[in-house]
């Protein structure tokens, strides 16, 4: 008879619903039935039995497997963490970590204090990051679809003309809106009182696109605020209202002076808008177009080639940069085609990036030197985590025996792991909380910090410990307590147990004691490269100041004039200079009084190439490189520059006369050598045929441009012979009457013109000092990375040092026990523990030489092979090396020979 | 395992145990399953079974012995399940509750 089958597919799910071990028996019984069935009632009705069989028998099963499951779960917790007790052998597990972190209070000290160093650079980096990249503007809900326009010509940005943008806003199919805006200082101020602020020129639809919306009254709108009929009115940001208008609550329609011009307040921003920059902070929003001195208008706007405005934009949904680019790009090289063919072997590239807080044309700067500086960073976490690991492989390997014991005792070893990760992370969480204090303690110094930037200017960064930077801190506290702890506790709770038993101290292996060496080796040597080269920085900074500028800066003050601001006409301009000085020279307690185009140091121009009649140009060149400063008469005098030879300007020295001008010593020496040059003539442009230049005096060498450059042909020209509306006032006060003087100044000032911002004179000095500052913070980076690195290479040569000496203090009682001396055996563990952190001193010292020959090519006055630098450094890297190794030396050869020799 | 709830038994658990308890040595899975179905005459999967006798023998109730394999061809062996000592207690406590609950209740005796 033929056998009848069991439904195929029933049964293999039975085969596996049911548990294993009933599995066979179950599966058989049915079958006996199922045949027995076959032969009673025939196949058919047998088959459906057996699936229904099947289908009844799921539910009971699923339950029977889930609740076995289920007790197998529960019964396993309450084993190893106790369900309801698990807080309580936690509780347990931190009480033990802590008393275990308490009983080596050196080694615990020194875990926090990496971790804090450590993780509170890191968090103190990426907070300004994350302030200066990725903090959103306040009042910019919408940033999706935001892009930043801008032409490259030869991979560089360049601003573009309002005609252009009318035509890219009008045409464009890839975008919703465009807005154009430029950055102008200006001044502001009722009738008295005008001071200087940063202001930006805005299309109508400006905030519309940004989304933003006024606190107070309206902001420009998009269909009436288009250039040409734009009214006079201006927006300004609730930092300006409160600071400027004292919070004014009738500001709203009354006017103000924008560069002379009045305009209405129309609105004012929520707090925390200050534009659409994040960094650089707008206090007044003035449509582009306005007709005000100073602002670009008509015929700048006419031009359709003129460079005067940047753009952004927002895509329509689904497009993306690279479609809106192509288009864009098409569009505006047609248009320049429209208004002269030449323009197509040009082309046009416009550019569309993603929206974000730095303005394209910089972002990829910032963002090379962010990841530098956060590079950097990270490199001191590691090296800090580094430290710790050694540190608890050495302490793992002291603790071999115990916890050899307690894994003899029968304790599982995923409970010693546990016990020890949660001593590694008591140490994360106690040094990373003191990390971040430590950050929101840096960050708040940052954003005191203010540079000597020109009035008007400022730059706020909200560097703020946010919910972002909190999770990065988080992010990296975990991942360096993973870092330093996982492995090393593995390795602990994986010993051979019988050597360690056996407490045989030759238990850590020789390899793992090799990597310990060449691990503060590196150490040791990228601390001593750090240490030198900001020695190197800070003694350049010295030799700067030794260096003899050949001005005297002591007792003058400048404040920058710029008639701009006032609408002058150049003849008027002139006038008011001369008004000025006349009057301020007027004034009791003031030495002397002057204009300059330029600070020293603060640039240098050039009218081009210089000829002297008698001397051929260089070959291929027009001419000798020299360089110019536009000046008053009366700035020789009060910049302690000596006249040799001929006269200062004076006032007779005006527009129509002669053009004269002053030479330095270099320039005279080189090109009349001996003879003298008063009355002769030298050229900008050819000689003969430029323009040309008689000289009327020379005046001893300066420096121009740096300090530490190379004496240069200069030459100085008289402000009235060319006119300059922006020129820096120099006031130079008998000492101690400053205020007083000062504040007749501003009367003065007061009264010659109401509306031009009111000067406010600051040391020549401090203005000087912004052409310092990356120098200056090149040094202090410098210095504190090359002071925590020692601090760090200290710590791990102690610790590494003091590992091994305990390891060896049976032999160091045995040796003084047969009669060594004392100091001998602690100068034998010195030599022996210092050879690995000697040869990485070496070589780091060879490559801070290596890098100060390299900078002191691009920083002034750094000298590669400064004495003071490098004697200075190597000695406290020295010191510090050996004194981490002598403390666990002298402390092992100091316990008594016989207690080490007992312990046995 | 709480000791107070050990004596009570299920419906079904209580049906298994009597009628492992009648069947006596030839008691396996099968012939629970039919004795069960023959006589309350209600469809008993045998995965019920399996699944209810496995729980029975967590609780020590149930203890089983596996048989030789039967003396033919392809032969298999069985597992035989027996009442331990706390089974038959857990039986007899449970069918004493039984009564105590049903005692003088009309519905008993016109069911009869």
Redesign the interface.
């Known amino acids: 008879m033929k056998r009848i089958r069991q439904p195929r597919y029933a049964r293999w799910i039975l085969f596996h619903m049911v548990e294993k071990r009933e599995r066979d028996f179950l599966i058989e019984d049915l079958d006996d039935e199922f045949d027995h069935l076959v032969a009673r009632a025939g196949a058919k009705r047998a088959r459906r039995w057996y699936r229904v069989q099947v289908i009844r028998s799921m539910g009971p099963q699923i339950g029977r497997r889930s609740s076995v499951l289920l007790n197998r779960f529960r019964s396993h917790f309450h084993k190893s963490y106790g369900w309801s007790s698990s807080v309580d052998r936690l509780k347990q597990d931190v009480k033990y970590a802590i008393r275990t972190l308490l009983k080596r209070p050196a080694f615990t000290l020194a875990a926090v204090a990496t971790l804090a160093i450590g993780i509170s650079a890191n968090t103190a980096v990426f907070s300004v990051v994350n302030g200066v990249l990725f903090k959103a503007i306040p009042g910019i809900s919408e940033t999706e679809g935001l892009v930043q326009v801008g032409r490259t010509v030869d991979g560089r940005w360049t601003d573009m003309s309002y005609r252009i943008f009318h035509e890219l806003r009008n045409e464009s199919e890839t975008l919703e809106d465009l807005a154009a805006f430029a950055f102008v200082p200006v001044s502001v101020g009722g009738t008295t009182d005008p001071t200087v602020h940063m202001g930006i020129s805005v299309t109508g639809n400006y905030f519309e696109l940004l989304g933003v919306q006024p606190a107070l009254g309206r902001f420009f709108s998009p269909d009436e605020w288009f250039y040409p009929g734009v009214p006079s009115a201006a927006v300004i940001t609730d930092r300006m209202w409160k600071e400027r208008f004292e919070s004014n609550p009738d500001i709203l329609g009354t006017t103000t002076l924008v560069n002379g011009h009045s305009v209405e307040i129309i609105g004012v921003t929520r707090p925390g808008f200050n534009g659409h920059i994040g960094a650089a902070l707008m206090d007044i929003f003035i449509p582009v177009g306005l007709d005000a001195p100073g602002v670009r208008g008509p015929s700048d706007l006419q031009n359709w080639q003129s460079g005067v405005l940047e753009f952004f934009g927002r895509t329509r949904p689904g497009v993306g940069t690279d479609e809106a680019a192509a288009e864009l790009s098409a569009l505006a090289l047609a248009y320049a085609i429209d208004q002269n063919p030449a323009a197509e072997q040009f082309g046009f590239d416009v550019r569309v990036d993603t929206w974000g807080p730095i303005p394209g044309p910089v972002r990829l700067g910032v963002m090379t030197f962010s990841a530098v500086l956060m590079g950097l960073v990270g490199l001191v976490l590691t090296m800090g985590c580094i430290n710790l690991a050694n540190m608890i492989l050495s302490r793992g390997v002291e603790r071999r025996q115990e916890i050899a014991i307690r894994l003899a005792m029968g304790a599982g070893r995923a409970r010693l792991v546990r016990q020890l990760l949660t001593e590694s992370m008591l140490l994360v969480i106690v040094g990373g909380t003191a990390g971040v204090l430590a950050a929101k303690w840096l960050t708040d110094l940052f954003m005191a910090f203010e540079p000597p930037l020109p009035p008007g200017i400022s730059i706020g960064l909200d560097l703020a410990i946010d919910t972002r930077v909190m999770a990065f801190s988080v992010v990296i506290s975990v991942l360096a307590g993973l870092m330093f702890s996982l492995l090393p506790t593995l390795r602990a709770t994986r010993p051979e147990l019988l050597p360690a038993l056996k407490d045989d101290p030759q238990g850590g292996s020789p390899k793992r004691s090799r990597l310990r060496q060449l691990l503060i080796g590196v150490q040791l040597g990228v601390t001593m490269f750090l240490l030198v080269v900001a020695g190197l920085f800070t003694r350049s900074l010295t030799h700067l100041e030794a260096l003899d500028s050949g001005w005297n800066a002591e007792g003058v003050y400048v404040s920058p004039i710029d008639l701009e601001y006032g609408g002058y006409s150049r003849e008027a301009g002139k006038e008011f200079f001369i008004d000025l000085r006349d009057r301020i020279t007027a004034i009791a307690g003031i030495e002397e009084v002057a204009f300059a185009a330029k600070f020293p140091l603060g640039g240098r121009s050039s009218l081009g190439d210089m000829n002297v009649e008698g001397f051929d140009p260089p070959a291929g060149k027009g001419g000798f490189a020299a360089y110019f400063n536009t000046v008053s008469p009366g700035y020789f005098n009060m910049m302690d520059l000596a006249v040799l030879r001929g006269r200062d300007f004076d006032n007779f020295d005006r527009e129509g006369t002669q053009r004269v001008a002053v030479i330095n010593r270099t320039m005279a020496e080189h090109y009349w050598n001996g003879r003298d040059p008063i009355g002769d003539y030298f050229y900008a442009g050819p000689a003969g045929t430029g323009t040309s230049f008689e000289v009327i005096g020379v005046v001893e060498n300066a420096k121009y441009k740096s300090l530490s450059e190379e004496p240069t042909n200069f030459y100085y020209v008289p402000q009235q012979q060319r006119y300059n509306p922006q020129m820096h006032l120099h006031v130079k006060t008998l000492a101690g009457n400053e205020t007083a003087v000062f504040a007749l100044i501003r009367e003065t000032f007061r009264e010659m013109d109401r509306g031009l911002p009111i000067p406010a004179p600051r040391p020549l000095e401090d203005a000087l000092s912004i052409f310092s500052m990356p120098q200056r913070i090149a040094a202090w980076v410098a210095g504190i990375m090359g002071l925590v690195a020692l601090i760090l290479g200290a710590v791990g040569v102690y610790g590494v040092a003091s590992f091994s000496i305990s390891q060896r203090t049976k032999e160091i009682g045995l040796r003084i026990a047969l009669g060594a001396d004392r100091s001998t055996v602690i100068s034998l563990m010195i030599k022996q523990g210092l050879a690995a952190p000697a040869i990485g001193m070496a070589v780091g010292l060879a490559a801070a030489f290596a890098a100060g020959k390299g900078l002191s090519f691009v920083i002034p006055g750094l000298q590669p092979t400064d004495p003071v630098a490098f004697l200075s450094m190597v000695t406290v890297t020295v010191l510090v090396a050996v004194l981490s190794v002598a403390l666990p030396a002298r402390r092992a050869a100091s316990i008594d020979p016989m207690t080490t020799l007992k312990a046995e | 395992m709480n000791p107070i709830k050990q004596p009570f038994l299920a419906e079904f658990e209580l049906y298994v145990m009597l009628a492992v308890a009648r069947l006596g040595e030839k008691c396996?899975?099968?012939a629970i399953?039919?004795e069960i179905e023959e006589r309350t005459a209600r469809?008993v999967?045998?995965?019920?079974v399996?699944?209810?006798t496995?729980?029975l023998e967590d609780k020590g109730f149930l203890a089983h012995r596996i048989s030789d394999p039967l003396p033919i061809k392809g032969g298999?062996?069985?597992?035989y399940y027996t009442l331990t000592k706390s089974g038959t207690d857990a039986v007899r406590h449970s069918a004493q509750m039984l009564n105590r609950m049903m005692t003088g209740l009309d519905i008993i005796a016109e069911s009869h």
């Open positions: 396996y899975g099968a399953r039919r469809p999967s045998i995965g019920a399996y699944a209810t496995a729980r298999r062996s069985r597992k």
